[in-house]
């Protein structure tokens, strides 16, 4: 099967996979005891307010039309209204993404570099005390729950050693002469893109200790598939042929074996990272990190259900996207999948 071929019938797996999870998220949502709009108000309210505020929202027609106007607002690009305030949840998504895609970005590129490099050592020293102690640690750090490791930092770094701020995403009072002007989002590259060096350090400083905790919580899964495949990469004879041409073991490790080894740390990377988007909640919440995390526990908080379901569903595709994605780069890298 060439590539073209098999792009397109990933892509067309795809699209049942993204109405299924559209059809179950609004299932469920509507089999959970209650009334959303009468949780909205919590007390006793006026019938003539109440049948307002559905038919502002839509929740006054038959389910069946409820479900094809969801539908139809989604592939729109159109997640419907807040129940708090009634502004457009598509704007609300669109200005927290950003923060939660900064924050998983470099959590993902930290993971990742200290995984692989990990990793590697332990399949090099394979059954000593240096390998006992990174598996150990890959173990440790893996089970750990984030909110606790984020808490420990927080205590650590900047109740007792006051180095690093305890959350938020900028210094509120630096805001005004360094905050980054909105470019991308993203406020590390929007800070570079505009030479404010001042308003990159801050932003650095207020993401080392996520990062950390997202991170580390993240490497576990890498330092144990490198190794993994490391050591069943070592034993190649392509391997043995370099280390008998007098080649470097850096050369050997790392041009060889490792990139070798690469294709199946390449796939989760990117389920990882996926799920990285989706699940950097309770990082965020330990933070205070104004990203879709934070953002949809507010939205629980608020008993908003128009808008815990434009979360969920933003969510759910962009992972199915990112996966999507993930198939076609493995695909590429290596032939034997499109067979």
Same mark, same amino acid.
């Given at each position: 099967?060439?590539?073209?071929?098999?792009?397109?019938?990933?892509?067309?797996?795809?699209?049942?996979?993204?109405?299924?999870?559209?059809?179950?998220?609004?299932?469920?949502?509507?089999?959970?005891?209650?009334?959303?709009?009468?949780?909205?108000?919590?007390?006793?309210?006026?019938?003539?307010?109440?049948?307002?505020?559905?038919?502002?929202?839509?929740?006054?027609?038959?389910?069946?039309?409820?479900?094809?106007?969801?539908?139809?607002?989604?592939?729109?690009?159109?997640?419907?209204?807040?129940?708090?305030?009634?502004?457009?949840?598509?704007?609300?998504?669109?200005?927290?993404?950003?923060?939660?895609?900064?924050? &998983?970005?470099?959590?993902?590129?930290?993971?990742?570099?200290?995984?692989?490099?990990?990793?590697?050592?332990?399949?090099?020293?394979?059954?000593?005390?240096?390998?006992?102690? *990174?598996?150990?640690?890959?173990?440790?750090?893996?089970?750990?729950?984030?909110?606790?490791?984020?808490?420990?930092?927080?205590?650590?770094?900047?109740? @007792?050693?006051?180095?690093?701020?305890?959350?938020?995403?900028?210094?509120?009072?630096? @805001?005004?002469?360094?905050?980054?002007?909105?470019?991308?989002?993203? =406020?590390?590259?929007?800070?570079?893109?505009?030479?404010?060096?001042?308003?990159?350090?801050?932003?650095?400083?207020?993401?080392?200790?996520?990062?950390?905790?997202?991170?580390?919580?993240?490497?576990?899964?890498?330092?144990?598939?490198?190794?993994?495949?490391?050591?069943?990469?070592?034993?190649?004879?392509?391997?043995?042929? &370099?280390?008998?041409?007098?080649?470097?073991?850096?050369?050997?490790?790392?041009?060889? &074996?490792?990139?070798?080894?690469?294709?199946? *740390?390449?796939?989760?990377?990117?389920?990882?990272?996926? *799920?990285?988007?989706?699940?950097?909640?309770?990082?965020?919440?330990?933070?205070? @990190?104004?990203?879709?995390?934070?953002?949809?526990?507010?939205? *629980?908080?608020?008993?908003? =259900?128009?808008?815990?379901?434009?979360?969920?569903?933003?969510?759910?595709?962009?992972?199915?996207?990112?996966?999507?994605?993930?198939?076609?780069?493995?695909?590429?890298?290596?032939?034997?999948?499109?067979?």
């Amino acid at each position: 099967m060439s590539l073209r071929s098999y792009i397109v019938s990933r892509v067309l797996l795809t699209i049942p996979m993204i109405m299924l999870l559209l059809t179950l998220v609004f299932v469920i949502l509507r089999v959970v005891p209650g009334d959303p709009a009468l949780l909205h108000f919590e007390k006793s309210v006026d019938p003539e307010v109440l049948a307002q505020f559905r038919a502002t929202l839509g929740l006054d027609k038959p389910l069946l039309d409820q479900y094809f106007d969801y539908l139809g607002g989604i592939f729109r690009g159109d997640f419907g209204l807040s129940m708090q305030d009634f502004a457009p949840i598509t704007e609300h998504l669109v200005g927290r993404f950003p923060a939660t895609l900064e924050l &998983a970005i470099y959590s993902m590129l930290f993971a990742v570099g200290l995984g692989i490099f990990l990793g590697v050592k332990s399949s090099k020293k394979y059954d000593s005390n240096t390998d006992q102690g *990174i598996r150990l640690f890959g173990i440790v750090t893996y089970a750990i729950p984030v909110f606790f490791l984020g808490m420990i930092f927080q205590f650590v770094f900047s109740i @007792w050693l006051d180095l690093l701020p305890t959350g938020q995403r900028f210094d509120p009072r630096l @805001w005004r002469d360094y905050g980054p002007a909105r470019i991308t989002g993203l =406020y590390t590259i929007d800070t570079l893109l505009t030479g404010n060096i001042v308003g990159f350090v801050t932003s650095v400083r207020y993401l080392i200790l996520p990062v950390l905790s997202l991170g580390l919580i993240l490497c576990g899964v890498f330092i144990r598939l490198t190794r993994t495949n490391m050591l069943e990469t070592l034993t190649q004879d392509f391997v043995v042929a &370099a280390e008998a041409r007098g080649l470097s073991d850096r050369v050997v490790t790392y041009s060889y &074996a490792l990139k070798n080894a690469f294709l199946p *740390i390449l796939t989760m990377i990117g389920l990882q990272f996926a *799920i990285l988007l989706a699940g950097a909640i309770l990082t965020e919440t330990t933070f205070n @990190w104004p990203g879709l995390g934070t953002y949809l526990v507010g939205r *629980i908080d608020h008993r908003d =259900y128009t808008a815990i379901q434009g979360t969920v569903v933003f969510f759910g595709i962009l992972v199915t996207l990112v996966s999507l994605f993930v198939d076609i780069l493995y695909a590429y890298f290596d032939p034997r999948i499109r067979l």
